[in-house]
């Protein structure tokens, strides 16, 4: 089992910045690929980011490249949120998955709670 808990979620104006955090516990962080994923009210949960479990490979949607990044180390993945929009605005979920990134939902395995993201316009 892998516990995730992230942080760093709130209120921000448009053209803002964010940083979140998940912490990870449980097996060998070192061994999993993490992910970034949002949900806006009404709509399905997507893809935003996600990291190789060396920290060497990343992928972005097209939506947030350029704007964001996701990094990681020992037992923390992060995601750093520049010029936000009102568009980005959802609960913000990080994920894990043995071995390598993935960039579908059904394709992770472990979820943390969730942390919310409001960008006022």
């Known amino acids: 089992q892998v516990q995730l808990v992230e942080s760093g979620g709130g209120l921000v104006q448009a053209g803002g910045s964010l940083r979140l955090s998940c912490a990870a516990s449980?097996?060998?962080?070192?061994?999993?690929?993490m992910g970034w994923f949002r949900q806006a009210p009404g709509k399905e949960r997507e893809f935003v980011a996600a990291?190789?479990?060396?920290?060497?490979s990343t992928a972005y949607a097209d939506s947030v490249r350029g704007r964001f990044t996701i990094s990681r180390d020992k037992n923390t993945v992060y995601l750093q949120m520049n010029s936000l929009k009102p568009e980005d605005t959802a609960v913000y979920y990080c994920?894990?998955?043995?071995?390598?990134?993935?960039?579908?939902?059904?394709?992770?395995?472990?979820w943390g709670q969730g942390t919310q993201v409001t960008v006022s316009s």
């Open positions: 994920a894990a998955v043995y071995g390598d990134f993935k960039l579908r939902v059904y394709e992770y395995q472990y």
């Open positions: 990291i190789s479990w060396s920290g060497h």
């Open positions: 449980g097996r060998t962080f070192g061994d999993y690929a």
